[in-house]
């Protein structure tokens, strides 16, 4: 079965920092990759995805993310992050016919 | 449009009662999901539908009835709820469930429902 790592549960940053925020997943076959957002009292929103072509990935806001085949890894960065990017982070995957499956997530707090 | 609505947004209910909450798209996806989504936790896979036809069932029990009377609509039936049953519940669409070839989901703002 599959599974997805999110290796830190809750990040703080001050306002302008660089964010990176690590996902693995477990799954030897071709995989499509997701991280979505939940903004406070906010539905889950698609911040970018993945399915195939150039692995370095730009989404909305900003973000982007680097699938990295060998470390079975899609990590989610941001090169200064403002306040507004107080969310939950959920990176996701599924593969051929699976559902989709979550990571636990993880808080980031930006502070200005 | 891409957007997944969801009623009611907030929903208390007693053990005993009967109650459903409502999922509309009209972005023509043929796949649509049930999710649970406790605080601070990732959302929990409970049905698909695929072209209005139950494709998953998460060993979800059977106070929670889906049904999915048109492309369109999705409803979940709550009966005999328990207050461990308190949760986000999410709705979400795609173009169609998987095969072999995915598309995004599209989520709704959820129903928070509350069991007392």
């Known amino acids: 079965a599959q599974s997805v790592s999110q290796h830190n549960h809750h990040v703080i940053l001050s306002e302008a920092a660089s964010l990176e925020l690590g996902c693995n997943y477990s799954?030897?076959?071709?995989?499509?990759l997701f991280w979505y957002v939940q903004y406070p009292g906010q539905h889950l929103q698609l911040l970018l995805k993945?399915?195939?072509?150039?692995?370095l990935v730009k989404g909305i806001k900003g973000f982007e993310a680097e699938f990295i085949k060998s470390k079975f890894s899609f990590n989610l960065r941001k090169p200064s992050v403002q306040w507004s990017d107080t969310a939950e982070y959920f990176c996701?995957?599924?593969?051929?016919?699976?559902?989709?499956?979550f990571g636990k997530g993880t808080r980031l707090s930006v502070i200005a | 449009d891409t957007e997944v609505t969801q009623t009611p947004k907030h929903l208390v209910m007693g053990m005993t009662n009967k109650k459903s909450l409502k999922c509309e798209q009209h972005?023509?996806?043929?796949?649509m999901y049930w999710y649970k989504q406790k605080a601070k936790k990732p959302p929990e896979l409970m049905f698909v539908?695929?072209?209005?036809?139950?494709?998953i069932n998460e060993s979800v029990p059977s106070r929670f009835s889906p049904e999915c009377p048109n492309s369109s609509l999705l409803n979940l039936h709550l009966h005999a709820l328990q207050p461990e049953d308190s949760a986000l519940y999410l709705c979400?669409?795609?173009?169609?469930?998987?095969?072999?070839?995915?598309?995004?989901?599209?989520f709704g703002p959820g129903t928070r429902l509350t069991v007392t």
């Open positions: 979400a669409s795609s173009q169609d469930k998987w095969a072999g070839v995915s598309y995004e989901q599209y």
């Open positions: 799954y030897g076959g071709t995989v499509n």
């Open positions: 993945y399915f195939s072509g150039d692995p």
């Open positions: 996701a995957v599924n593969a051929g016919n699976t559902p989709l499956v």
């Open positions: 972005m023509g996806h043929r796949a």
């Open positions: 539908y695929s072209y209005e036809k139950l494709s």
